[in-house]
């Protein structure tokens, strides 16, 4: 079974910077596409940026140009730099990915949340 461990959240000023971290472990085959959604109180989750594993990427247009999505295959991670936060970012931040197990068999896992806070 594939699992998704996140790390990186915390408390910082608007402007400050924070990377994300999203480690997957279990047998995989492969994986397709990682990405980094966002549920802030009273909100629904969203997706804030997007790779696969051609190294396409997408973002929300709420972050463009100020968060960065990576990914190193060959660690089963992918990134989520985040610069000049704004309090509007503060959410619970999940990883999500998608590819194929061991057994050839398709997963779709999330992660736990990590919890990002922007001080204005």
């Known amino acids: 079974q594939v699992q998704l461990v996140e790390s990186g959240g915390g408390l910082v000023q608007a402007g400050g910077s924070l990377r994300l971290s999203c480690a997957a472990s279990g047998s995989i085959f492969g994986i397709k596409r990682m990405g980094w959604y966002r549920q802030a109180p009273g909100k629904q989750r969203e997706l804030v940026a997007a790779?696969?594993?051609?190294?396409?990427?997408n973002y929300a247009d709420s972050v463009k140009g100020r968060f960065t999505i990576s990914r190193d295959n060959a660690k089963n991670t992918a990134y989520l730099q985040m610069n000049s936060l704004k309090p509007e970012d503060t959410a619970v931040y999940y990883c999500?990915?998608?590819?194929?197990?061991?057994?050839?068999?398709?997963?779709?896992?999330w992660g736990q949340g990590t919890q990002v806070t922007v001080s204005s």
């Open positions: 999500n990915a998608q590819g194929l197990e061991g057994t050839y068999s398709p997963f779709n896992c």
């Open positions: 790779i696969a594993n051609t190294d396409s990427t």
